[in-house]
């Protein structure tokens, strides 16, 4: 019988008061009664417009009607057929503004918890099989992957299930990129991860660790000594950019790529661990997105008493998840927006000499103007409005851009004044032939899913790649 609730099943959680002391997984997944009553809210429409918003073509309504026939296994292989990381894009995948925002039911009502669904058919699987893919034969073909994140993983797999001989280089000394050092535990467990990688073990793929591309090796090197028919650069967008304005260079400033690096990769949040991290009283986060809140919200468990996220624009105009911003809400994190800082103070000692370390910012309220080419209404500053926040530690959340290791080692690979690879028009082959890219390495910081959508269409170009130079 189908659920007419108006409303999505809600998600079990740990108490705001509890989680933001702990760095364990907050949202706890659905029971089974609870997968098999939200499954039921779906239509099953003849034509599934939300697959048309899913960017690894996930047949949605195919795996939720298993859901709600109690065959959840079938459920899983559904998904898995075309989502090679179904365990992780149910937990970070935004399917607000993508799956869910083209769901029927969306219009009047809630939408269907898509994402909620895929999250639980693959715990289901992870938790009742202990069985790992079987590696296929191989096609005699070998192909290079640069990269371990979300697309560089997906491409992998693809190819792997193809028959080619895949290997993985990744910079870091685990794989997983930017979901192992940029996600903290308390949103994706780091052994789901884990778990991930291991399956692509068993097709076969080689995974290098501490291989850091055009400084051990070089893209010339992989094509031209060491036997790779086409080579994938799914490298991300590591380089964090910063305001530039005074007292950046203050000790207790840092980027919030090396802030989530230290505690999630380097597991600074543990006691046993000697990795240095910021703990802090007061902690001011600048910028809005997912990243901010990841930030501010591991301050908080750092347990600094005040952490503020400092916006120039109105939290309307955030592009953090909605998810995200009321679980920090709920959690503590003190909301400043309309705020933009100017400058960050430092200390000084009794006797009036400098400490090198922050001891506050200035900044100044904003008032939204005109859009700008981003479509958002530009911050504008009001004269006379500062005021001094105070605060210990500044962590910048402004967005990151591609590393220029690698294209400044590769001749002929070309990218924009953003440092973003470029591609032809099918989004994943760049200037240099047998090169192919994809994710944050040619859009810039996107989402997870994104990434994945086009590690999948950059296999199925190397693919036609190499059947073509072979014919």
Known sequence: MANMSPNKTPMPSQEPDVRNKNFEEVALGYTVEM????????????????????????QIPHFIQKIVAGDFEGAYQVVASTNALPAISGRVCPQESQCEAKCVRGIKTEPVGI???????????????????????????????????????TCAADLAKMGYEVTV????????????????????????????????????????????????????????????????????????????????????????????TRINLMKGYLEDYDTPVLKSHAVAVVGGGNVAMDGCRCA????????????RRGEAEMPARNEEIEHAKEEGIEFLTLCNPVEILGGVTEDGKPTG?????????????????????????????????????????LGTSPNPLIRSTTPGLEANR??????????????????????????GAATVILAMGAGKKAAAAMDAYIKSKSE
Not at 358 to 372: F, K, N, T
Not at 418 to 442: I, M, N, Q, S, W
């Open 169 to 260: 280089f990744e910079a870091f000394h685990t794989a997983g990129g930017v979901l192992v050092y940029g996600i903290p535990e308390f949103r994706l467990p780091k052994s789901i991860v884990a778990g991930e990688v291991d399956k692509l073990k068993a097709l076969g793929v080689t995974i290098m660790t501490d291989m850091v591309m055009g400084k051990v090796l070089s893209i010339d090197e992989l094509l031209d000594d060491m036997g790779f028919e086409a080579v994938f650069i799914g490298t991300g967008a590591g380089l964090p950019m910063f305001m530039n304005i005074p007292g950046e260079g203050l000790a207790g400033v840092c980027s919030a790529n090396e802030y989530l």
């Open 357 to 397: 370390r922050v001891a506050g910012m200035r900044c100044i309220r904003m008032e939204l103007g005109e859009p700008d080419a981003s479509g958002r209404r530009r911050p504008i500053p009001i004269p006379g409005s500062e005021f001094v926040l105070d605060v210990d530690t500044v962590i910048m959340a």
């Open 300 to 311: 908080k468990r750092l347990r600094a008493e005040h952490v503020y996220i400092v916006y």
């Open 418 to 443: 953003k440092g973003c690879l470029l591609v032809a028009e099918d989004g994943v082959t760049t200037t240099r032939e047998g090169v192919f890219a994809g994710g944050d390495a040619v859009t």
């Open 35 to 58: 997968a098999q009553g939200e499954a039921a809210r779906c239509l099953n429409c003849k034509k599934p417009l939300c697959v048309q918003g899913c960017p690894v073509n996930v």
């Open 115 to 153: 994402g909620r669904l895929e999250r639980f058919v693959a715990d289901w699987h992870r938790e009742h099989s202990d069985e790992q893919p079987e590696r296929p034969a191989s096609n005699g073909h070998k192909v290079a992957v640069v990269g371990s994140g979300p697309s560089g993983l």
